[in-house]
């Protein structure tokens, strides 16, 4: 029997992640019309499930895109939004609006490259951001236990909930490739036995976007 399930969509494209730019909280501006349009596919999908079964609570991080493809996601769905700050991304510190390009080479790799090391002055490091998304994602898991949780998230947040519910040591050199409008699907099973187990149904869905890649590459 699947108790809990937590559902992340990764945000849909945004213009920093077109222009290259590292998306903190100064330079996020949200949405592209590509990523709109991912975002409205997704929720298509989503809409058919939450008619069959319906989702009780949507969290959204403060990012514009975040805010953007949850209220996207709510309207649809006719769901109330949650703002969580606890949802946000990883801090930036000085990196924010710099080339991402620019950044890696400064730091010698992307943020996990040296995951106890900051990749910008005031950033955060890749494992002290991990266990603190981690740790907020299992404070709501528990919150809305024997409930269906959605979320339109950062990669990195489906990144840590994949580290938390995995039980991946931090600094593992391994990866997860999180596309933007993607649904990735956790649920927690017991058994009649009374045992208790999360699974991974899905990482990074894309299937609802097949036509929308090949309308772009026509």
Same mark, same amino acid.
């Given at each position: 029997? #699947?108790?809990?399930?937590? /559902?992340? /969509?990764?945000? %849909?494209?945004?213009?920093?992640? /077109? ?42 991080? !403060? +990012?514009? +895109?975040?805010?953007?493809? %949850? ?6 769905? +006719? ?10 991304? !990883?801090?930036? %510190? ?20 040296? !995951? ?42 489906? #990144? ?53 890649? +090949?309308?772009?590459?026509?």
């Amino acid at each position: 029997m #699947i108790t809990t399930e937590l /559902v992340f /969509v990764r945000h %849909g494209e945004a213009q920093c992640n /077109v222009d290259g730019l590292v998306g903190g909280p100064s330079t996020c501006t949200g949405l592209t019309d590509r990523g709109y349009a991912q975002v409205k596919r997704t929720t298509v999908r989503l809409a058919a499930e939450h008619h069959v079964k319906p989702f009780d609570a949507l969290y959204a991080g !403060p +990012r514009i +895109r975040l805010r953007q493809t %949850g209220e996207i996601i709510s309207q649809a769905l +006719r769901i109330s939004l949650i703002i969580d700050d606890r949802l946000d991304g !990883p801090a930036h %510190g000085a990196a924010d609006g710099r080339p991402w390009a620019e950044v890696k080479t400064a730091a010698d790799g992307g943020p996990h490259a040296h !995951p106890d090391t900051p990749w910008a002055a005031g950033s955060d490091t890749w494992n002290g951001y991990l266990e603190r998304a981690a740790r907020s994602l299992k404070e709501l898991a528990e919150q809305h236990e024997g409930e269906r949780i959605l979320f339109a998230a950062h990669g990195e947040t489906v #990144i840590a909930a994949h580290t938390l519910l995995l039980g991946i040591p931090l600094g593992s050199p391994a990866g997860f490739t999180v596309s933007h409008g993607s649904i990735t699907r956790w649920q927690h099973h017991l058994n009649r036995l009374g045992q208790r187990r999360w699974m991974l149904d899905r990482h990074n869905d894309t299937e609802h976007l097949i036509a929308l890649d +090949r309308e772009a590459a026509s």
